[in-house]
């Protein structure tokens, strides 16, 4: 089975200083991969997708992604971190040819004023 | 506008008492999918369905039913809830992208309390 990792469960950062959340997924086969993020009693919106086209994806409210297939990572960044961007986000990954998807455990971001 | 809903958004019930909590979307996905979130645990899945008919168990599926007689249309059934069920409870759908699944759409959420 396919298993996703988020590396720190809490990431605190300042205003306006750069945003890293980290993913590593398990599989040996590129899949499919996806950051979420969910506001404070809300559902889960999709940031980005990667789906095998371009390795740097862009999403909405700034934010980006690298696929870096030697690394099996899939890092969430944001140049300069807004207090609106406070939320807890979820990488997740969509295997190839198969039925299941698989989030990681989150990480809850922190924007200090 | 393309949404996921789900019904009713908070449930406070009495352990033993049967209940359904709905979930309808309105984008023609094929793929739903119910998931439950516990502080520390993520999101863990119940059970899917890949299409009207076809159902399967996620990795959580004890004391859960579903069924998908509609495209639209995928409950949620606790037979019998317990406390251990106490939880926040998401569905979600999508379309296939290549041979996978693409992004979900999740609803808002229905936050149960079994006592």
């Known amino acids: 089975a396919q298993s996703v990792t988020q590396l720190g469960s809490h990431v605190s950062v300042s205003e306006g200083a750069l945003v890293l959340l980290r993913c590593n997924y398990s599989?040996?086969?590129?899949?499919?991969l996806f950051w979420y993020v969910q506001y404070p009693n809300q559902g889960l919106q999709l940031l980005l997708k990667?789906?095998?086209?371009?390795?740097l994806v862009k999403g909405i409210n700034g934010f980006e992604a690298e696929f870096k297939k030697s690394e099996t990572s899939f890092h969430l960044t944001k140049p300069s971190a807004h207090m609106s961007d406070a939320a807890e986000y979820f990488c997740?990954?969509?295997?190839?040819?198969?039925?299941?998807?698989?989030f990681g455990s989150g990480t809850k971001l922190n924007v200090k004023p | 506008e393309a949404q996921v809903t789900q019904n009713p958004r908070y449930l406070i019930t009495v352990t033993g008492k049967k209940l359904t909590v709905t979930c309808s979307q309105n984008?023609?996905?094929?793929?739903m999918s119910w998931y439950r979130q516990d502080p520390g645990l993520g999101l863990r899945q119940i059970y899917y369905?890949?299409?009207?008919?076809?159902?399967d168990k996620g990795d959580v599926p004890e004391g859960y039913k579903v069924s998908r007689k509609e495209k639209r249309n995928f409950p949620l059934i606790l037979e019998s809830p317990s406390p251990n069920q106490t939880s926040l409870y998401f569905c979600a759908s999508s379309s296939r992208i290549g041979q996978g699944v693409d992004g979900y759409t999740f609803g808002s959420g229905t936050r149960l309390t079994v006592v």
């Open positions: 369905s890949m299409n009207v008919e076809v159902t």
């Open positions: 990667y789906t095998s086209a371009a390795t």
């Open positions: 984008m023609n996905h094929e793929y």
């Open positions: 599989s040996s086969v590129p899949p499919y």
């Open positions: 997740a990954v969509s295997e190839y040819n198969f039925n299941k998807f698989y």
